[in-house]
């Protein structure tokens, strides 16, 4: 498998229910990111968790970080309709100097919450 | 952070055409991004761009592939002759100007290949 592969490949739950999603990668890494994306549209920037780090929160969205196992997951607590869309992780394993290297995404995960 | 602005929005050309896609970041900024992304499947990096020079290139990114930012604004990816593989959707992104581990992607240009 390549670097950065989500599952489940596809979640469907009702409004209210969390939704959980896992992500594990290969290789090093200096930080950890979930993106979404709504159909047909861009990609938009949800959290990030460094290397160091184990768990993060911001707002109803939950991230660990296992370096020891090189997974990660995302939780969504409470869902709403509108977090329908796909949700990816993406590593980023840049060793530093003057530029930031490129994000390898994952397959990701399909998320619908029925309302 | 504001995303960059991706011109056009759609693109449909003939096998074999160039094309030319266009991003709009915000000035300041010097790091920037080209993604694909063909139906169905992951998003891949295809280029980084730092300081006006290409910094990193996936090797999707072959010659057909260039990148320039011409008149310090527009940052552009140019596909010389394009094939039908080629069809997909294209993001740019650019760094966030504090967090520059934190990419700010365009909504991205659909380029079908005929």
């Known amino acids: 498998s390549q670097q950065g592969e989500e599952d489940p490949q596809a979640l469907s739950i009702q409004e209210g229910e969390n939704a959980t999603m896992n992500c594990s990668y290969k290789?090093?890494?200096?930080?950890l990111q979930w993106y979404r994306q709504n159909s047909g549209r861009g990609l938009v920037h949800l959290i990030l968790?460094?290397?160091?780090?184990r768990e993060k929160h911001s707002g109803r969205l939950r991230v660990t970080l296992d370096t020891s196992k090189k997974s990660s997951s995302l939780l969504i607590t409470a869902s709403r309709a509108a977090d329908t869309a796909s949700y990816f992780c993406?590593?980023?394993?840049?060793?530093?100097?003057?530029?930031?290297?490129?994000?390898?995404f994952g397959q990701g995960t399909i998320l619908t919450v029925h309302p | 952070e504001p995303e960059v602005t991706q011109t056009p929005s759609h693109q449909v050309t003939q096998m074999g055409q160039e094309v030319i896609l266009r991003c709009v970041p915000i000035?300041?900024?010097?790091?920037f991004y080209w993604y694909r992304q063909i139906l169905g499947q992951k998003v891949e990096f295809l280029v980084s761009?730092?300081?006006?020079?290409?910094?990193?290139k996936s090797e999707i990114f072959d010659d057909q592939f260039s990148v320039e930012r011409p008149d310090g604004s527009n940052f552009t990816l140019k596909i010389r002759s394009t094939k039908l593989e080629d069809s997909a959707m294209y993001f740019c992104a650019r760094a966030g100007a504090i967090a520059k581990n934190i990419q700010y992607f365009g909504a991205g240009t659909r380029l079908s290949v005929l």
């Open positions: 290789t090093s890494i200096n930080n």
């Open positions: 968790i460094r290397s160091n780090e």
């Open positions: 000035s300041n900024h010097l790091y």
């Open positions: 761009f730092y300081n006006n020079e290409i910094s990193e």
């Open positions: 993406a590593t980023d394993r840049n060793a530093g100097g003057t530029s930031y290297g490129k994000l390898t």
